[in-house]
Each structure stands twice: as structure tokens, then as C-alpha cells.
């Protein structure tokens, strides 16, 4: 499973990309400059969590989650999922409000 690939705009003003996929219980992170160089990292899920409840998940499903999640703080981070919103410094709707109170 491969996520968008989200951007953002650095104080440098160069735009960064990040991009997170899975492939079976490996999670696969992408991150670096446009058009530069690229770094890679790997993270390797080796058992599920909640083992023996029914809400248990496989390695698969837990790197899935675990994908998915990081993903979305990205996102919450001021990552967008298009380049020209990024060079525009354009932040998504999840972020617009401010901080919510606790």
C-alpha cells in the first residue's frame, strides 16, 4: 500500500517531498528534496499488537496502521499532498483552526 506523497515548502525555500508506502509487514519511508537526492528507510514489523483479543491485528495490518498514522501527523505537521500548494506555503484544513483546546 503506498500513501500520496505529501510536500512542504522549507525555510530555505526549496520544496521537500515524503512519502510513505508498505509491503507485507515492512514500512518504507521516503524523504528528501525534489529533484535531489532521495533517503530511505526501513522499518520491519515483527509481531502484531493485542495478540489473542479480538482486536488483534497481523504484522501486515499493523504496518498498515503504523503507515497510515505517521501519514496523517505529517499532515497535521503542515505537509500537503500537492506541490503547488506547497510552494504556495498552503497548510490543509486540518490545521487551519490553530490548537484546539485540550
Do not use: C
Not at 503506498?2 to 510513505?20: D, M, P, V
Not at 525534489?34 to 479480538?54: L, N, P, Y
Request: aromatic share 6%.
Amino acid at each position: 500500500m503506498k500513501l500520496t506523497t505529501l510536500y512542504q515548502k522549507a525555510s530555505t525555500g526549496t520544496l521537500q517531498e515524503w512519502t510513505i508506502s508498505t509491503t507485507k509487514n515492512i514500512i518504507l519511508t521516503e524523504w528528501g528534496q525534489v529533484g535531489g537526492a532521495i533517503q530511505k528507510t526501513h522499518d520491519v514489523i515483527k509481531t502484531g499488537k493485542s495478540i489473542g483479543r479480538s482486536n488483534e491485528t497481523t504484522p501486515d495490518q499493523q504496518a498498515q496502521l503504523e503507515a497510515q498514522s505517521r501519514w496523517e501527523k505529517k499532515k497535521k505537521k503542515g505537509y500537503v499532498d500537492d506541490k503547488e500548494k506547497a510552494m504556495a506555503g498552503e497548510v490543509d484544513s486540518i490545521i487551519k483552526g490553530g490548537i484546539f483546546p485540550m
